[in-house]
Structures are given as C-alpha cells and as structure tokens.
C-alpha cells in the first residue's frame, strides 16, 4: 500500500513539474499598427490601443500660449505619468510643454501588472513623439525617459525608425541588462519566469533608498496607481527591455542629456557608467548630481536639476547652472557593488 502512495505521490510531483515547465511568462500582445498615432482624450497608439496621459501647457489664469519648446516624457517601473507633475509645472512657467503617458500595463491602464513585451514598449516611445510633434509642428520637440523610460527611449533612438526629436534627457536610465547580472541571477530569473510567472516580488528586503524626499515616498506608498511589487515575468521582461537598450546604445543620435545622482542606490554606478560609455561621446552632455538620488526629478534637491533640463532645452551649449555637468565621472567606480 505504502509502495503505491509512493508511486501515486511520485506521478503527481512528476505531473506538477510538468506543468510548471510548460508555464510562459505572461506578456500581452499587441496588434498591427496600421493607424496614425494621435492625442486626444486618450493617446492611441498606432495599434489602437488607448493610454491614458497628461499635458501641462504653458499658461497664465485663463489663456494659454504656445511652447516655445516641448518635452515628451517616458516614467519608470511601476509608475505613471504623474511621476512628471512637479518637473513639468517648473517647465511650465518657462514655456516648455510636457505630455507624459501611462505606459501599457501601468498606472490607470489594463490590464495593470501584465508586461506588453519589449516591442510594444518601445513602438508606443515612437507613436508617442509623433502624435506630441503633430499637436505642435515647428516647435523643438526633445524626448524624456527616467529610469525604465530611459531604456525604453534608448532602445527606440537606437533602434530602426527612431523617432524625429530634437534631442534626449536620460534621468537615471536603467540599464541592469545580463552584462551586469551574475549568471546565476540571470538562470534564476529565466527559471521563475517560465515556471511561476505569476508569484509576485519586492525590492523592500533589499533596503536601498530610491530618494531622499521621504514624504513624496509615503505618497507612492499610498498611491493605488502605483503598483507594489511585480510579477517575475514582468522583471523578466524588463530586464529584456534594458538588453535592448544597451545594445541600441551605441547606434542614439542627436544631442543628449545624461543625468546621475552620485547616491543612486537602485541604479549604481556600474551599471550607469556601462549605458553612459555605449553612448556616443560626442553627442552626450553628462550631468552628476553630488546629492542625487535614482528619483532625480523628484528628490528634494529635484528643481535643481529641472532648472538645468530648461536651461540644455533652450541652449545646448551653455553651462549648466549647477554646474553638475562640470564635476565628470571620477567619483562614480565601476567597481561598486551592485
């Protein structure tokens, strides 16, 4: 009897595993892009897909003016347009206008959690510049990515087709691609995305700060457009996104503005300092913020750096008012620990 139990106990396992080996990560398809991409109550994208964004337009109590400069902007991992608020309120009293989306997945859109792939990722990057540039034509037009967003805008001014802008602000991009993961992080990781895509994970047990603005924190915390966590197919997926960054890297035209904060616990300088030298160096402007965090544009110190974003916008030859692209890389080691 017992022999039995065991053999029936030995299939059921041998089943179990099975079925887990045959699990997916779980990535949501889009379809053709077949149509212009536009802005209007909703930004959709060429596929049809309809995101949720924001514009802050240049303004005074009952009138509003055109830009004299306008920034498309792309959030971070788990975040949402909102991320932008305060920075594009700065830029709004200095006539740049800011349009920033809810990535597929992300804030208000569904299904929210669920990774789009790396492809639709970064095909909405270049529907989005386009719908913004048709809503302002002749007006310089410079594309914005933090964190993730700034994988997401390098793989697409990488990439084939890159979207027509004037030129690109990196703040933090994220760029923990396979290069930097040891073997067995990048196994692992492979492993739970096509076995147990659906358990979900944090970064709180790893006890790093993303900014030193604590009660801007305690509003993410609170925030239910925020997601808590991500499922192991999503990390898989990003991670994705990030190898297809550091591989369009080198191919980036036009200016770009590269900013840091030498206290970035969740991107550290390794891994900055790997994007940052695939870059072309002739095109790039490197600002490093001696009190920054990974939350450049929304740490305490963050208007700052929205000053320094306005004064590159308008001029890309002056210096810097914080004089951040006057201290160079020597103080961030490739040797840190990740």
């Known amino acids: 009897m017992k022999t039995g139990w065991r053999r029936f106990a030995l299939v059921g396992l041998l089943a179990s595993l099975l079925a887990l080996a045959a699990c997916v990560p779980q990535f949501r398809e889009s379809g ?4 212009a991409p536009e802005i209007g109550e909703f930004f959709t994208a060429a596929d049809g897909e309809k995101l949720t964004y924001t514009a802050w337009l240049p303004d005074n109590p009952g009138k509003t003016y055109p830009p004299k400069a306008v920034i498309a902007a792309v959030h971070g991992f788990n975040q949402y347009s909102d991320h932008f608020r305060r920075a594009a ?9 800011t349009y920033a989306y809810d990535q597929r997945g992300f804030g208000t859109n569904y299904p929210r959690g669920i990774w789009p792939g790396r492809e639709a990722i970064v095909a909405d990057v270049k529907d989005f510049v386009r719908a913004v540039r048709d809503r302002h034509p002749g007006v310089p037009l410079y594309l914005l990515g933090s964190s993730m967003g700034g994988a997401a805008v390098i793989a697409a001014l990488g990439g084939p087709n890159p ?3 004037d030129g690109a602000i990196l703040a933090t991009p994220a760029a923990y691609g396979r290069d930097l993961l040891p073997v067995h992080y990048s196994g692992l990781l492979w492993a739970g995305a096509h076995t147990v895509p659906w358990v979900r994970v944090t970064g709180q047990d790893l006890g790093r700060l993303p900014s ?3 009660a801007m924190l305690r509003s993410l915390s609170m925030d239910p457009r925020v997601i808590k966590g991500a499922r192991i197919d999503t990390i898989y997926g990003l991670v994705n996104l990030m190898d297809m960054a550091l591989e369009a890297a ?9 900013l840091y904060g030498e206290k970035d616990e969740i991107i550290k300088p390794p891994a900055a300092l790997l994007v940052l030298d695939r870059l072309p160096e002739d095109s790039r402007r490197v600002a490093i913020y001696e009190n920054g965090y990974h939350m450049l544009l929304r740490d305490l110190q963050a208007e700052v750096v929205y000053a320094d974003v306005a004064t590159w916008v308008f001029d890309r030859t002056a210096p810097l008012p914080s004089g951040a692209d006057r201290r160079g890389t020597g103080n961030l080691s490739a040797d840190a620990g990740l």
């Open 89 to 97: 309120r700065y830029w709004q009293r200095r006539s740049i206008a």
């Open 163 to 165: 979207p027509e802008v």
């Open 32 to 35: 053709p892009r077949e149509r």
């Open 212 to 214: 030193d603005n604590y």
């Open 250 to 258: 080198p191919n980036v035209r036009g200016p770009i503005l590269f």
